[in-house]
């Protein structure tokens, strides 16, 4: 608000009743997620032409400036799909948080994994932290982002998904900030193959049994654990 300093009012014995005048006190709005905010406005020297003819029946009154603004946080990622690679490839999948307006106060949320057939810890790192934003009000400031890896391998299985949650927000009470994305899901796809061969002599004594050996170039996993692989043998005359 725009302070008006010391200013003298003055009312006329000539003033139609109930005797008022007006003091205006400007009172300047922003963007800023805050708490209500209280001024006072203070009376002092009372003076009247007549002896002993004015006195204050009140000499402070608060006012209070009641905030209206709010914020919500939106996490967007940089991709919701991709390939998961080799055995030693990763991919970085990074993740946006915005702010929509300032607030006086720091504000925080945690991120955390929920769901999803990828496993955390093998699949992928870093599913898990909290994101900060300072209450600096900067504009760079209203802007985190965080990190996600998705680590490749050799083994031929389905399409795998894990689910980001978001919550636990801390904005000092206030309760104007809201969590506008409540999660993220990232697929990784498989783009893994495998081939099988069969090796053993080539000739063999009739009434003779010599072992032949099936192998996989890769390994399958399906549904989350080591998948059996079938393979009907039989000769040809």
Known sequence: YSAVGSTTVSISS????????TVYITIHGDSTVEQNEVFQIRLTGASSSVSGGATFDNTTTAVTITNDDSASITVVPSATSGNEGATGDSTTVTYTATLSAPADVAVSFDYLPNGGLATAGTDYTGG???????????????????????????TV????????????????????????????????????????????????????????????????EIAGGNGDLTVTCRGND
């Open 128 to 154: 898990n932290g909290t994101v900060n934003f300072p209450a600096t009000g900067l504009p760079a400031d209203l802007t985190q982002t965080f990190d996600v890896t998705v680590v490749g391998d050799d």
């Open 14 to 21: 000539s003033t139609t009743a109930p005797y008022v005048e």
């Open 157 to 220: 299985e389905v399409n795998e998904d894990y689910i980001l949650q978001f919550n636990n927000l801390s904005a000092g009470g206030y309760s104007g900030v809201t969590l506008a994305t409540a999660s993220a899901t990232y697929m990784i796809t498989n783009d893994d193959s495998t081939t099988l061969s069969i090796s053993g002599p080539a000739t063999l004594v009739e009434g003779a049994s010599l072992p032949y050996t099936l192998s996989l170039t890769y390994p399958i």
